[in-house]
């Protein structure tokens, strides 16, 4: 079956850094559009970004735009979240997505959801 696991996820300051990841099975995965939604409590969840099938167009939120920047190995079968210049209102856990139809602002028209990575931004 269809797997999404996300990793990188982390406590950090006001300013820092973080990379994650999300490797993907079960599909193939230069067929699918990859992306992430993040998740802050009591919010619903936000689109973040999205990358298309060869990677040759992203798409960023934003709220992110500038500061986050998404890429995908698909010889690793793995998609990228490079977060730079993290502020406490990214605070979320962050959800790796695919879909073989392309990218969406609504979470509901993605195929697959990984289980979420905690980032943790302090002040």
């Known amino acids: 079956q269809v797997q999404l696991v996300e990793s990188g996820g982390g406590l950090v300051q006001t300013g820092g850094s973080l990379r994650l990841s999300c490797a993907a099975s079960?599909?193939?995965?230069?067929?699918?559009?990859m992306g992430w939604f993040r998740q802050a409590p009591g919010t619903k969840r936000e689109f973040v970004a999205s990358?298309?099938?060869?990677?040759?167009?992203?798409y960023y939120a934003d709220s992110v735009k500038g500061r986050f920047t998404i890429s995908r190995d698909n010889a690793k079968n793995t998609v990228y979240l490079q977060l730079n210049n993290l502020k406490p209102e990214d605070t979320a856990v962050y959800y790796c997505?695919?879909?073989?139809?392309?990218?969406?602002?609504?979470?509901?028209?993605?195929?697959?959801w990984g289980q979420g990575t905690q980032v943790t931004v302090s002040s």
């Open positions: 997505v695919a879909d073989s139809a392309g990218s969406s602002y609504n979470p509901g028209l993605w195929d697959y």
């Open positions: 079960g599909l193939t995965f230069s067929n699918y559009f």
């Open positions: 990358i298309s099938w060869s990677g040759g167009s992203t």
